[in-house]
T-cell receptor, first 116, second 116 residues
Framework: AQSVAQPEDQVNVAEGNPLTVKCTYS??????LFWYVQYPNRGLQFLLK??????LVKGSYGFEAEFNKSQTSFHLKKPSALVSDSALYFC??????????????FGRGTSLIVHP | EAGVAQSPRYKIIEKRQSVAFWCNPI?????LYWYQQILGQGPKLLIQ????????DSQLPKDRFSAERLKGVDSTLKIQPAKLEDSAVYLC??????????????FGPGTRLTVL
């Protein structure tokens, strides 16, 4: 079985400061990991994914995430937060060993609030 | 390129009524997904299509939910009859191929359903 946890319901950060949104996962073998962002009344937008290779993945809007196998984590980071980054962020995991069906498991989401 | 289109954006019905949602995926995307997102939770996959065939519908409440993708392009999701607990945002997503779980999913804006 696969699962993902986002331990923080909300993250508050001041504009210009670095931000981190945490994600941990549980899956047998090597996971495929994704981050999505959801703005109010909008669908999810893809930010980045980790499949294999370099543990540091760079994505859209200046976001990056670091895959840490020993800690089973895939935290989302940005060096300098913008007010416009305020949104709901979802981490998702897929077990690549599953054949024929690729049901991803999404976390509950973390609300990021960037204060001016 | 145009994104995933969904309609309607909002729908309010009374319990025991029927409702249908429509999705037009990104052109050329073979795989289409329907998700249910209840307030405060991450999206939950209801059904996955590969062209016009169902890949996985294990999480679809088949006593009241149905979905089809007859020509392998557009899709409709129907609820009949609706219950109060069906109040949620219904998201449609598509991906290019879907035969590999590395595919990125692109989401539509969603349909917000309120059942009174």
């Amino acid at each position: 079985a696969q699962s993902v946890a986002q331990p923080e319901d909300q993250v508050n950060v001041a504009e210009g400061n670095p931000l981190t949104v945490k994600c941990t996962y549980s899956v047998s073998g090597n996971p495929y990991l994704f981050w999505y962002v959801q703005y109010p009344n909008r669908g999810l937008q893809f930010l980045l994914k980790y499949i294999t290779g370099d543990n540091l993945v760079k994505g859209s809007y200046g976001f990056e995430a670091e895959f840490n196998k020993s800690q089973t984590s895939f935290h989302l980071k940005k060096p300098s937060a913008l007010v416009s980054d305020s949104a709901l962020y979802f981490c998702a995991v897929r077990d690549p060993r599953m054949r024929g069906s690729y049901i991803p498991t999404f976390g509950r989401g973390t609300s990021l609030i960037v204060h001016p | 390129e145009a994104g995933v289109a969904q309609s309607p954006r909002y729908k309010i019905i009374e319990k025991r009524q029927s409702v249908a949602f429509w999705c037009n995926p990104i052109s050329g995307h073979a795989t289409l997904y329907w998700y249910q997102q209840i307030l405060g939770q991450g999206p939950k996959l209801l059904i996955q299509f590969q062209n016009n065939g169902v890949v996985d519908d294990s999480q679809l409440p088949k006593d009241r939910f149905s979905a089809e993708r007859l020509k392998g392009v557009d899709s409709t999701l129907k609820i009949q009859p609706a219950k109060l607990e069906d109040s949620a945002v219904y998201l449609c997503a598509s991906s290019f191929e879907g035969t590999g779980s590395t595919d990125t999913q692109y989401f539509g804006p969603g349909t917000r359903l309120t059942v009174l």
